[in-house]
C-alpha cells in the first residue's frame, strides 16, 4: 500500500504563486506514476496534472502555462508549483498515484485509473 499526504495548501491573492507537496511512504513501487487532482466546491473533481514515475509530465490546457510539475525521487515527493494563482483555481487539491503496468505509464485525466488518494489540501485564492 502506498500512503499519500499532501502539504503546502493556504489562503494567497491572486497572482501568487504557492508550491504544493505530495509525499509518499509504505511500499513504493518504483514506477509510480503520480499525479495531481483538483476539486472547487460544488464541482466534480478534474485533472490538474501528472507526471510519470521516469519524468514525463501531462497538463491540463487550463493550467498548463502556470503550473509545473516535479518529482524528487529520493524523497518520494511530488510538487506542484503553481505561479499567477486566479480566484478560479480555489479548490481542494488532491495528490494520486498508480503503479505503471506492463511497462506502461498512466499520468491521464481519468480519476479512476489511480489507485491511491491523498486527503487533500485546501487552496484558496482570493481576488
Known amino acids: 500500500q502506498v500512503q499519500l499526504v499532501e502539504s503546502g495548501g493556504g489562503l494567497v491573492q491572486a497572482g501568487d504563486s504557492l508550491r504544493l507537496s505530495c509525499q509518499a511512504s509504505?511500499?513504493?513501487?518504483?514506477?509510480?506514476?503520480m499525479g495531481w487532482f483538483r476539486q472547487a466546491p460544488g464541482k466534480e473533481r478534474e485533472f490538474v496534472g501528472a507526471?510519470?514515475?521516469?519524468?514525463?509530465?501531462n497538463y491540463d490546457v487550463s493550467v498548463k502555462d502556470r503550473f509545473t510539475i516535479t518529482r524528487d525521487s529520493a524523497k518520494n515527493t511530488m510538487y506542484l508549483q503553481m505561479n499567477v494563482l486566479k480566484p478560479e483555481d480555489t479548490a481542494i487539491y488532491y495528490c494520486?498515484?498508480?503503479?505503471?503496468?506492463?511497462?506502461?505509464?498512466?499520468?491521464?485525466?481519468?480519476?479512476?485509473?489511480?489507485?491511491?488518494w491523498g486527503q487533500g489540501t485546501q487552496v484558496t485564492v482570493s481576488s
Open positions: 507526471m510519470s514515475w521516469i519524468g514525463v509530465p
Open positions: 509504505g511500499r513504493i513501487p518504483s514506477n509510480l506514476d
Open positions: 494520486a498515484a498508480v503503479a505503471s503496468t506492463s511497462g506502461t505509464s498512466y499520468i491521464g485525466n481519468q480519476a479512476g485509473r489511480y489507485d491511491y
